[in-house]
């Protein structure tokens, strides 16, 4: 059976000023035909308001939560620390200071048994994708969607091969 009418992941953010980077899991979610969610929530400046998502998102029929935040990035780690489902970490490079190294270690590194599926510095659509493929595995549609995208990028680099050896 399809889920499709149901949101099941859910993209968060400590800020605003994430969302040009955060956009991205919101446009391969949209692709891949991913119902998700989109909001603002700050580990630090809303603590109970994290508490709180991260707390109903199970009960809320949420799969998978999506979480982007940039320099002491708690939000992926304390959400994670809070639900049982999967938690997936952007690191959002904020500033130049440590060139997003602060994001990226303070998401990685988390302790024995609450892990974060940490992908790469602002690689927000990388987490989308993973997203979708946790879904595809209990959603035929999303599972054939992803097959066609991975499929759709083989064909690109076959594409650009044969161009370079005209
Ligand atoms: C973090 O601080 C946010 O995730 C953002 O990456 C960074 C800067 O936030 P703003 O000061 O732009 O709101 O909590």
Redesign the pocket.
Known sequence: MSTLNQVLVGII??????LPVMQDAVDVLKTLGVPFEVTIV?A?RTPQRMFDYAQDAAKRGLKVIIA????A?H?PGMVASITHLPVIGVP?K?SNSIDGWDSVLSILQMPNGIPVATVALNAAKNAGILAAQIIGTQDKEIEKNIIAFKAELAAKVIETAEEVEK
């Open positions: 953010m400590g800020s605003k000023s994430d700050s630090h982007g935040a940039g320099g990035a939000l959002v904020s």
